[in-house]
T-cell receptor, first 115, second 112 residues
């Protein structure tokens, strides 16, 4: 089974802090994603990466950056945390394919509270 | 601009009855659709999918129907069980594009 592991289940940070959310997958997937889940808004894509050192903006990248130095690890960085970034953050991975559709496998999520 | 919409934020059903969750999309280029289930404090897990070349796909108690002309899909759960109580997200994608577009979710509550 695919395992996607997010380093923290709960985080509490102060406004203005730099925050790192870490995600590791163990199935050699090329694609990795960061989503945030908010009530009434569903899952919104922040950033994704289809290869090491490659990244692409999703629908809501403002205030975030990412890092993918190794294939199995994808980090989400909040440069200066703000209260509107309080949310559930979900990491996911999938195989890269040009011809078919691959489903995403999600981690358990990190509930981030910015005070 | 919400490309995938789930207009019912919640649904309550009695155990043993049918649950029908609905999803609409606006982009006619989408050719693959998925349903995910999410319990509190857990990540979403894949439930069932359907390609646009089909109009129905079954897996046990779960059936997904696709109406391409109406840009509408639905998930039927028969019979519903209390353990089905969760938030259900529909998602859509284009073949060859690596990302999914998710709907806003429907919270299903199945009461005994």
């Amino acid at each position: 089974d695919v395992k996607v592991t997010q380093s923290s289940r709960y985080l509490v940070k102060r406004t203005g802090e730099k925050v790192f959310l870490e995600c590791v997958q163990d199935m050699d997937h090329e694609n990795m994603f960061w989503y945030r889940q908010d009530p009434g808004l569903g899952l919104r894509l922040i950033y994704f990466s289809y290869d090491v050192k490659m990244k692409e903006k999703g629908d809501i990248p403002e205030g975030y950056s990412v890092s993918r130095e190794k294939k199995e690890r994808f980090s989400l960085i909040l440069e200066s945390a703000s209260t509107n970034q309080t949310s559930m953050y979900l990491c996911a991975s999938s195989l890269w394919t040009s011809a078919t559709n691959e489903k995403l496998f999600f981690g358990s999520g990190t509930q981030l509270s910015v005070l | 601009d919400q490309q995938v919409k789930q207009n019912s934020p919640s649904l309550s059903v009695q155990e043993g009855r049918i649950s029908i969750l609905n999803c609409d999309y606006t982009n006619s280029m989408f050719d693959y659709f998925l349903w995910y289930k999410k319990y509190p404090a857990e990540g979403p897990t894949f439930l069932i999918s359907i390609s646009s070349i089909k109009d129905k796909n079954e897996d046990g108690r779960f059936t997904v129907f696709l109406n391409k002309s109406a840009k509408h899909l639905s998930l039927h759960i028969v019979p519903s069980q209390p353990g089905d109580s969760a938030v259900y997200f529909c998602a859509a994608s284009l073949t060859g594009f690596q990302k999914l577009v998710f709907g806003t979710g429907t919270r299903l509550l199945v009461s005994p």
